[in-house]
């Protein structure tokens, strides 16, 4: 008894890259209002980061990143783009971006190589025009956040980048990926970003420090955001508790919604 040597295969060395794959990660929504409230339903873009997908070599380090996006909602009628910077990457270090699903259409931006050109850190710009990207109609209407008219389906986009020299997993993670929308209603450039991340080279707003309030919020996936015109102080109570205590009371805010004030 107690001989467990067994006919099992001796264990191998693994074999590289060795793909890391992290799914349903968060939501990232925006008022597009700022630097006014407006009706401050965050709904303007609802845009989730559904997979990510590393591959890691013998050092546990990073070649690749594949990030899987889906545009979701656009609740607003200005045109509106959405991308990211990576804040912990050298530009001189992208080998290669490759972007499937995504779309620009004016020639507002600079873009090389799906690299955004004159920048100082990479950024990738996976649209520049949500209606377009969103509808079939060419309509810029809003669009999956009213109850009462009928949804259009999703869009999904997704990112692949390769480096020339591989990242540290912590040049790469979750908290250095930089989301941020434009707003195309002046000559201006208008970014929204997370609070906490820095706006890229090229901003040029004068955009006013609001406190604690903020007008990007990349929240826990599946968020279920507000419905059209409903603030989400409305569509959850425990929002204002939340930034108030400068984030440190009612964290699980959006776990607690009013039912029928979301868009589900």
Same mark, same amino acid.
């Given at each position: 008894?107690?001989?467990?040597?067994?006919?099992?295969?001796?264990?191998?060395?693994?074999?590289?890259?060795?793909?890391?794959?992290?799914?349903?990660?968060?939501?990232?929504?925006?008022?597009?209002?700022? %630097?006014?409230?407006?009706?401050?339903?965050?709904?303007?873009?609802?845009?989730?980061?559904?997979?990510?997908?590393?591959?890691?070599?013998?050092?546990?380090?990073?070649?690749?990143?594949?990030?899987?996006?889906?545009?979701?909602?656009?609740?607003?009628?200005?045109?509106?783009?959405?991308? #990211?910077?990576?804040?912990?990457?050298?530009?001189?270090?992208?080998?290669?971006?490759?972007?499937?699903?995504?779309?620009?259409?004016?020639?507002?931006?600079?873009?090389?190589?799906?690299?955004?050109?004159?920048?100082?850190?990479?950024?990738?710009?996976?649209?520049?025009? +949500?209606?377009?990207?969103?509808?079939?109609?060419?309509?810029?209407?809003?669009?999956?956040?009213?109850?009462?008219?009928?949804?259009?389906?999703?869009?999904?986009?997704?990112?692949?980048?390769? #480096?020339?020299?591989?990242?540290?997993?912590?040049?790469?993670?979750?908290?250095?990926?930089?989301?941020?929308?434009?707003?195309?209603?002046?000559?201006?450039?208008?970014?929204?970003?997370?609070?906490?991340?820095?706006?890229?080279?090229?901003?040029?707003?004068?955009? %006013?420090?609001?406190?604690?309030?903020?007008?990007?919020?990349?929240?826990? #996936?599946?968020?279920?955001?507000?419905?059209?015109?409903?603030?989400?102080?409305? +569509?959850?109570?425990?929002?204002?508790?939340?930034?108030?205590?400068?984030?440190?009371? +009612?964290?699980?805010?959006?776990?607690?919604?009013?039912?029928?004030?979301?868009?589900?």
């Amino acid at each position: 008894t107690g001989n467990n040597s067994g006919n099992g295969e001796e264990p191998g060395n693994p074999d590289f890259p060795i793909v890391e794959v992290t799914e349903k990660l968060y939501t990232f929504v925006l008022e597009d209002n700022f %630097p006014s409230f407006g009706d401050y339903d965050m709904n303007d873009i609802v845009v989730s980061l559904d997979k990510q997908t590393k591959y890691i070599n013998k050092d546990n380090n990073v070649e690749s990143v594949i990030l899987d996006f889906e545009l979701k909602a656009v609740g607003a009628v200005k045109r509106l783009g959405f991308g #990211f910077q990576l804040d912990e990457v050298s530009k001189s270090n992208i080998k290669d971006v490759a972007i499937d699903g995504g779309a620009i259409y004016g020639t507002d931006l600079s873009i090389s190589s799906n690299l955004e050109n004159n920048q100082n850190k990479p950024v990738i710009i996976l649209f520049d025009d +949500a209606h377009k990207l969103l509808r079939d109609d060419n309509k810029s209407e809003i669009t999956n956040t009213y109850l009462s008219v009928s949804k259009k389906e999703t869009k999904t986009i997704s990112v692949t980048v390769d #480096f020339n020299t591989p990242v540290s997993a912590d040049a790469i993670n979750l908290n250095t990926i930089n989301l941020f929308g434009l707003i195309f209603d002046s000559a201006e450039r208008k970014e929204i970003h997370v609070p906490g991340y820095a706006t890229t080279s090229l901003f040029t707003s004068k955009m %006013p420090n609001k406190g604690s309030y903020m007008w990007a919020l990349k929240v826990p #996936f599946d968020f279920k955001y507000p419905c059209e015109t409903i603030s989400i102080h409305e +569509a959850y109570p425990d929002f204002n508790t939340w930034v108030e205590s400068d984030k440190t009371e +009612a964290t699980d805010w959006y776990n607690n919604p009013v039912s029928d004030k979301i868009f589900k």
